[in-house]
């Protein structure tokens, strides 16, 4: 939970330098090694709480499935070991990203679509051939977000296994009561991002004010409303 509320605090903290600078300096402008540096945080952060998710899911499979053993498998050392291979991961697929974007020239009129960049609002502007690019975002969004949120979903199906071989309901009900929190956080985060992926690749009829809105949503609901929740389940 300390390492998901940091990349929570890292993933607004990212945002937050150029949404200042247009509410209250009225600044417009960003440099393209500021935006890419941005991007890159925005995007590392993202993936990270992708992975972070699927740890805990399997955090909470041990919990229910091998619960004897728990302490001897979740040590402190192995969950911070885990913990650094999420965020190596993390940096590892999304730093080619915004080193490919440097290398592209921008001969539209350099106006992005949100109050800080994003990689597929930066794409939009460059005059290049910018293929490589796209294909590289789309296969690292489903070696990432799809590959974790499949591997989520089939930890849910081993516990709710598990789950239904104890024998009385209490006990069932008490099993399942421990991965509530962990289910509305996952729903918080996954939900929007699948949105806005979706819409970034496949919905260029939609409005620029919805891009606008859903990509504040994903960005800003997860460091919002987590604390919220588990802070209630607690």
Request: hydrophobic share 50%.
């Amino acid at each position: 939970l300390s390492i998901l509320a940091l990349n929570d605090l890292g993933m607004s903290l990212s945002t937050l330098p150029t949404i200042f600078s247009v509410l209250w300096l009225n600044t417009r402008k960003i440099q393209a090694s500021a935006c890419y540096a941005q991007l890159f945080f925005i995007h590392t952060f993202t993936f990270l709480e992708s992975s972070l998710l699927l740890a805990m899911a399997f955090d909470r499979f041990v919990a229910i499935c091998c619960p004897l053993h728990y302490t001897a498998i979740l040590t402190n050392s192995v969950i911070g070991k885990i913990g650094l291979a999420c965020l190596l991961r993390s940096m590892g697929v999304v730093l080619p990203t915004p080193l490919l974007l440097s290398h592209y020239h921008y001969c539209h009129d350099n106006v992005l679509s949100h109050p800080f960049c994003l990689h597929q609002d930066v794409l939009k502007l460059s005059c290049s051939d910018v293929r490589i690019n796209n294909i590289y975002g789309l296969c690292i969004v489903i070696a990432t977000l799809g590959v974790d949120s499949v591997l989520i979903l089939l930890s849910y199906v081993l516990i709710l296994n598990a789950v239904l071989s104890i024998a009385t309901g209490e006990e069932r009900l008490k099993a399942l009561n421990t991965c509530v929190s962990h289910i509305c956080v996952v729903l918080i985060f996954f939900v929007p991002v699948i949105g806005v992926s979706m819409a970034h690749r496949f919905g260029k009829h939609l409005s620029p004010v919805v891009h606008v809105l859903m990509a504040n949503i994903y960005l800003l609901l997860p460091p919002v409303l987590n604390p919220i929740v588990y802070r209630m389940k607690t």
